[in-house]
C-alpha cells in the first residue's frame, strides 16, 4: 500500500517567489511542490527515505500584499574563505551599509494549504510503514527538526494532523478552477562529473548537479495535482 | 502567469489589424525626420515625420523598424537604415564632440555598404550611394535639420510610398540573421517549450513613472546574491527571447497608451481584458479622470460616455446594462508596476472578470455617494488620495497603491487612509477657505472618503444625506455642532471671520464633553441676538430634536465616531442649507406618521 500523509499547514504570510520575479520578489499563487516537500522535511526526513509531493489543497482565496526589505546585495565569497583558510588570516566581512538593497516583496496574506505527499523508501531494511508512523507521530505532537515555513523563512507555518476529514475550503465556486501556468515542480539533483557543480549535498558531501524541473499547474475544484517528477508534463 | 497573460495579450494585439505592434526582431521607435533620395541617391530633401497636436508640441511618428532601441553605452552602434542624424548624416546640432559624431557615420555607412550585395535590392543599393557621396560639412546648408532632427531618421525613396527599411527584401534579409548572442536552449517558462532562452529580457520596459527613462526591467538578475544553482543573469528564470520581447513589448504598447494607464502615487497601473471590450478603455478613465482628447467635441463625448457609465454604476444595475452582457465573464487584468532602482517590481497584480470589476467599481461609487456634490462624477481615488496631504505632491505613495488595491478587491480600505483623512480635516480648520480655491471641493471629498470608510471597514449603514434616526451620538453632535454653528451665522450675519466651526471643531468631534456646555451657553447669547423670532423658534425645535438623543456628552470619540461626528455635521449642514420646498424639512419622527 501507498503511504500518503496529509498536512493542514497554514500562516500570516507566504512567498512562494517565482524563478523570473525573484529580484522583486512575486508569489506563485499557490504553494509549490518543492516548498511542501521542505515542510514535510522539516518534522521528518531521513536518508533512507524521499517525500514525494501528490497534491496541494488551496483553501483560502488567493490574497496579495506587499512590503519592502533591505537585502545585502553580494554573497560572501568562498574564494576568500578558501585562502582565509590557508593563509591563517584574512578579510571575510560583509558591511551590510555597501551591499544594501532595497527589495520590493508581493507576498501572499492569510493562506492555508492540505499538502498531500507521498512517502517513497528508499531501502529496504526500514519500509515505509515505519517512516509513515513515525512522521505521523512527529505530526500529532507538533515536533520538528526545525520550524516549517512558507516559501520563505520569515514566513512560520503552523501545522496539524489531517487523519480525516479535510478543513473547510473557503474559496468561492469562480475560484476553484483556474490555470496557474507554469510552476517549479523541484530541483532535480544529479551527480555531477567533471569539475563543474552547482551545489554540494549536505549530508554526503557529492558534488551535484541541479537542473530546474517546471511543470503546468492548474486548479480543479481547489485542488492542485502534482504530477511525478519522471511523467511527461515535466519540462526542464 | 503575468509574463504569460502579456504573451496572451501580445497574440491579441499582433492579430489586430488596426493595432501597430512590433514583430520579433523589430521594434517601434519614434521618428522625427525622413530623408528623402532621388534614385540615383541624390538627396531631395529632409522631411519632417512631426506632427503636431493641440497643445502645440509636437508628436514624433512612430514606426515598426529592425532592431530594438539604441543599446546604451560608449560603444558605436549604427542601426540598420534607421537611426539618429549623427549616425545616418554624421550630424549633430550644437555638436559637443565632432569626432565622435564622424565615427558614428563612418560605422554607419561602413555597415550599410558591406551588406549592400549581401541584401540586394535597388532601393538599399540607393541608399547606399547616397551614404557614399555625402560629406557631412554638406549638412549645413539644410538649416532645417536642427528642427526636426531630435529623434531618429529613416530613409524613403522620391515617389514611393514606404520607406526603404519596410522593403521585403530587407526584412527578408533581417529575418535570417541570429538576433541572439546566447546559445544556451531550454524550456521556456512562458509556453513551455525548448526555445532559445534569453540572457537579457529585451526589450527594456519603458513608462513606468520614476523608472529610469531609458527603460527598466521586471526580469533582472544584476547581483550575484540573486542568483542560484551556478546559473548566470536570467538564465534563473528560462524565458525564450521570443516570450521576453513579446511579453515586454505588449506591455511597452500598453504603457505607452494614455487611455490604458493610471499613474497612482509611485504606482503604474495597466488595465487590460482577454478580448476587447468597452471596459478596458473606461475603467483607467475613471481612476485618472478623462484624457485631453483632440477636440473638445470628443472630450465632451468621453465625459458623457464615463457619466452614464458611472450613473447606471451607482443606481445598481451593475455590468448588465452598463457594459454589454457577454463581457461580464471576460478575464480582465489589472498591473500595478513601480520602480525600485533599475529594476520594475510588480506592486499588484489581479485577475478577475469585467462582471465583477463593474460590481467593485459600483460599490465604491455607491460609497462614496453624497447630497449636494459639487461634481457630475463621483470623486476618483485619485482626487480622495490628494486629499491626504497639504499638497498633491505630498501625497503618501504608499497610500495610493492600497486604496486602490481596496477599491479592486472590495477588501476594507487602509485605516491609514481613514487617519490621513482625519488629520487633514483638523488640520485645515483655518487655512481651507483662504488657501484653496476649491475647499468646498475638498470638503466634499473628505467626506465621502470618511463615508466610504464607515460603510466599509465599519460596517456601517449610512445613507447618501441627512439621517435623523441614527444611533451613534456622535452623528448626532456632528449635527448638533452644524446647528450651533448656523446659529451663530444667524446672529452675526453669513461671513464673520471666525466661525466656531474655525475655533472649536477639532476639539468638538475628539472631546465633546470638555466643549459642548461652552458651546451651547454661548449658542444662548446668540439666539437672543437673532431678530426674527420665528427663526429663533425653529432653531431652538431644531435644537431641541437633537439634543433628546443624546444623554450625555462623551469625553472622548473613537476614529469611528470622529468620522460619524464628521458626517453629521457635513449631512446637517447640506440639509440646512437645502431649500426645504424641496427635502421635508427635518423631523424626529418618520415621515410616514
Known amino acids: 500500500m501507498s503511504y500518503s500523509v496529509k498536512l493542514h499547514v497554514w500562516g500570516e504570510a507566504a512567498c512562494f517567489t517565482r524563478p523570473e520575479m525573484k529580484v522583486e520578489r512575486v508569489s506563485y499563487d499557490v504553494m509549490t511542490p518543492s516548498a511542501a516537500r521542505g515542510v514535510l522535511e522539516a518534522i521528518y526526513w531521513k536518508p533512507q527515505m524521499r517525500w514525494e509531493i501528490e497534491r496541494i489543497h488551496l483553501l483560502k482565496p488567493v490574497r496579495f500584499t506587499n512590503l519592502r526589505r533591505n537585502e545585502v546585495g553580494v554573497k560572501a565569497s568562498a574564494a576568500n574563505a578558501k585562502s582565509a583558510i590557508k593563509s591563517g588570516s584574512g578579510s571575510l566581512g560583509l558591511y551590510i551599509e555597501d551591499e544594501r538593497q532595497q527589495r520590493a ?7 492555508g494549504y492540505v499538502i498531500e505527499g507521498r512517502i517513497v523508501a528508499l531501502d529496504a531494511e526500514n519500509p515505509a510503514e515505519k517512516h509513515y508512523h ?6 500529532e505532537k507538533g515536533q520538528c527538526f526545525q520550524r516549517p515555513y512558507l516559501g520563505c523563512r520569515e514566513f512560520l507555518a503552523d501545522f496539524a494532523w489531517v487523519e480525516n476529514e479535510l478543513p473547510a475550503c473557503e474559496l468561492s465556486q469562480s475560484e476553484r478552477n483556474r490555470d496557474l501556468g507554469f510552476m517549479l515542480l523541484d530541483i532535480a539533483y544529479t551527480p555531477a562529473t567533471g569539475k563543474a557543480y552547482d551545489v554540494i549535498e549536505s549530508n554526503t558531501g557529492k558534488k551535484l548537479l541541479a537542473q530546474p524541473q517546471f511543470f503546468r499547474a492548474a486548479l480543479k475544484a481547489g485542488v492542485m495535482e502534482v504530477p511525478a517528477v519522471t511523467s511527461t508534463e515535466v519540462v526542464a | 502567469m503575468i509574463l504569460q497573460v502579456l504573451n496572451e495579450f501580445y497574440e491579441r494585439l499582433s492579430d489586430d489589424p488596426s493595432q501597430e505592434i512590433a514583430p520579433y526582431g523589430y521594434s517601434v521607435q519614434k521618428m522625427s525626420f525622413c530623408v528623402v533620395l532621388a534614385p540615383d541617391g541624390r538627396l531631395v530633401q529632409f522631411q519632417s515625420l512631426i506632427s503636431e497636436m493641440k497643445n502645440g508640441r509636437g508628436i514624433a511618428k512612430p514606426l515598426v523598424v529592425p532592431g ?5 553605452g560608449s560603444g558605436v552602434n549604427p542601426c540598420l537604415l534607421w537611426d539618429n542624424a549623427a549616425y545616418m548624416l554624421g550630424y549633430r546640432a550644437e555638436d559637443p564632440k565632432p569626432e565622435r559624431t564622424s565615427q558614428c557615420f563612418e560605422a554607419f555607412r561602413d555597415r550599410h555598404l558591406a551588406l549592400e550585395t549581401e541584401i540586394n535590392d535597388p532601393q538599399f543599393s540607393t541608399v547606399c550611394s547616397f551614404l557614399k557621396q555625402w560629406r557631412p560639412e554638406l549638412a549645413v546648408e539644410h538649416p532645417e535639420l536642427a528642427e526636426i532632427s531630435q529623434s531618429f531618421g529613416c530613409f524613403l525613396l522620391q515617389g514611393e510610398t514606404s ?7 530587407v526584412k527578408q534579409w533581417w529575418d535570417q540573421q541570429e538576433t541572439s548572442d546566447s546559445e544556451r536552449r531550454g524550456a ?9 532562452l534569453a540572457r537579457l529580457h529585451a526589450p527594456k520596459i519603458k513608462g513606468v513613472r520614476g523608472a529610469q527613462s531609458s527603460g527598466a526591467s521586471i526580469v533582472s538578475f544584476n547581483l550575484d546574491a540573486f542568483e542560484s544553482y551556478g546559473m548566470r543573469q536570467s538564465y534563473n528564470a528560462p524565458v525564450s527571447e521570443q516570450a521576453a520581447f513579446q511579453y515586454a513589448t505588449a506591455l511597452n504598447q500598453m504603457l505607452a497608451d494614455p487611455a490604458r494607464t493610471v499613474s497612482l502615487g509611485d504606482t503604474t497601473i495597466v488595465f487590460w481584458t482577454a478580448k476587447p471590450t468597452a471596459a478596458e478603455t473606461i475603467f483607467p478613465t475613471f481612476f485618472s479622470g478623462p484624457l485631453p482628447t483632440q477636440n473638445e467635441a470628443e472630450d465632451a463625448a468621453v465625459l458623457a460616455r464615463l457619466k452614464a457609465f458611472l450613473s447606471r454604476l451607482a443606481q445598481g444595475k451593475r455590468d448588465k446594462s452598463a457594459l454589454p452582457s457577454e463581457d461580464a465573464d471576460t478575464p480582465f487584468y489589472i498591473l500595478g508596476l513601480s520602480p525600485n532602482a533599475s529594476r520594475v517590481s510588480i506592486r499588484f497584480w489581479q485577475v478577475s472578470s469585467v ?4 460590481q467593485r467599481l459600483a460599490q465604491y461609487v455607491q460609497e462614496v455617494e453624497l447630497v449636494n456634490s459639487p461634481d457630475e462624477i463621483p470623486p476618483t481615488p485619485r482626487q480622495l488620495i490628494r486629499e491626504t496631504a497639504r499638497e498633491a505632491k505630498d501625497a503618501p505613495p504608499l497610500l495610493s497603491g492600497s486604496l486602490m488595491q481596496s477599491i479592486l478587491t472590495g477588501a476594507p480600505y487602509p485605516l491609514a487612509f481613514y487617519q490621513a483623512i482625519l488629520r487633514r480635516i483638523r488640520a485645515e480648520q483655518l487655512v481651507d477657505k483662504s488657501h484653496r480655491k476649491d475647499w468646498i471641493r475638498a470638503m466634499h471629498r473628505r467626506i465621502a472618503a470618511i463615508k466610504a470608510v464607515l460603510i466599509r471597514n465599519f460596517n456601517k449603514e449610512i445613507s447618501v444625506g441627512l439621517d435623523t434616526n441614527r444611533s451613534e451620538p456622535a452623528y448626532h453632535l456632528g449635527r448638533w455642532f452644524a446647528l450651533l454653528e448656523k446659529v451663530q451665522k444667524d446672529a452675526l450675519g453669513e461671513h464673520i471671520n471666525a466661525t466656531i466651526k474655525d475655533r472649536f471643531f477639532t476639539a468638538a468631534s475628539s472631546t465633546p464633553a470638555t466643549v459642548f456646555p461652552r458651546l451651547i451657553s454661548m449658542s444662548q447669547n446668540h439666539l437672543n441676538k437673532i431678530d426674527a423670532k420665528g427663526l429663533r423658534i425653529t432653531r431652538e425645535k431644531q435644537i431641541q430634536v437633537i439634543a433628546d438623543r443624546l444623554n450625555e456628552f462623551p469625553r472622548h470619540l473613537a476614529l469611528e465616531q470622529q468620522g460619524l461626528f464628521h458626517l453629521g455635521y457635513y449631512h446637517q449642514v447640506q440639509d440646512l442649507y437645502t431649500k426645504k420646498s424641496e427635502t421635508p424639512a427635518i423631523s424626529s419622527a418618520p415621515e410616514s406618521e
Open chain 2, 355 to 358: 462582471g465583477e470589476m463593474s
Open chain 2, 188 to 196: 521556456c517558462l512562458v509556453s513551455g517549450q525548448q526555445r532559445t
Open chain 2, 68 to 72: 530594438q532601441g539604441k543599446p546604451p
Open chain 2, 163 to 169: 520607406y526603404v527599411h519596410e522593403r521585403t527584401a
Open chain 1, 134 to 139: 513515525m512522521f505521523k507521530r512527529r505530526a
Open chain 1, 105 to 111: 516583496g508581493t507576498i501572499l496574506r492569510d493562506v
